[in-house]
């Protein structure tokens, strides 16, 4: 079924992600391992799919220096963090240059072997099941096979383009 229909103007990139900077968001790191290194990325874009069975989804985008790993990884966890964790969205999302960016925080090794941030609000480890192709980005869809809660109950949000502590 195609749903694009040519009757009407494209919005043009700067006018969308404008208006998507409204859409408040959690903040995530999401990680894999590929061989014997770890590679990961900060997300907002990350949604629930179904809990029977359990899935999520995450996008990355194509381009990103961590999309090999995770091209070829059957396991990944996405780590959503908590207010005082800007720093470490901002290591992995780029914003702020480390040589190593598992330096920051506390990692261990999840079921499946890839990095689970041990002070994440929740972290949802994920067996990939599907990956989607859209535009600049892979949809990738996870079967979650493990989920670590912090008792304390915050969550990072991302919106109009700053951190905002929930």
């Not at 985008?61 to 961590?66: A, E, L, P």
């Not at 720093?87 to 190593?100: P, W």
């Not at 989607?132 to 670590?148: C, E, P, S, Y």
């Amino acid at each position: 079924m195609n749903m694009v229909d040519h009757r009407f103007d494209i919005v043009d990139p700067t006018t969308y992600r404008n208006g998507m900077s409204r859409l408040g968001t959690s903040v995530s790191v999401v990680t894999t391992r590929s061989g014997e290194k770890r590679f990961g990325f900060t997300a907002s874009a990350v949604c629930s799919v179904s809990d029977t069975p359990a899935t999520l989804l995450v996008c990355i985008n194509r381009g990103s220096s961590s999309f090999p790993a995770f091209d070829t990884a059957r396991h990944f966890c996405v780590n959503t963090l908590m207010p005082g964790q800007e720093g470490i969205s901002d290591v992995f999302g780029g914003r702020t240059r480390s040589d190593d960016k598992f330096a920051h925080g506390d990692w261990r090794e999840g079921l499946s072997g890839v990095p689970v941030l041990e002070s994440a609000s929740v972290s949802f480890e994920c067996e990939l099941i599907n990956a989607v192709d859209q535009a600049t980005h892979r949809v990738l869809f996870g079967r979650v096979i493990d989920i670590r809660e912090n008792e304390e109950r915050a969550t990072l949000l991302y919106c109009m383009r700053r951190y905002i502590s929930g």
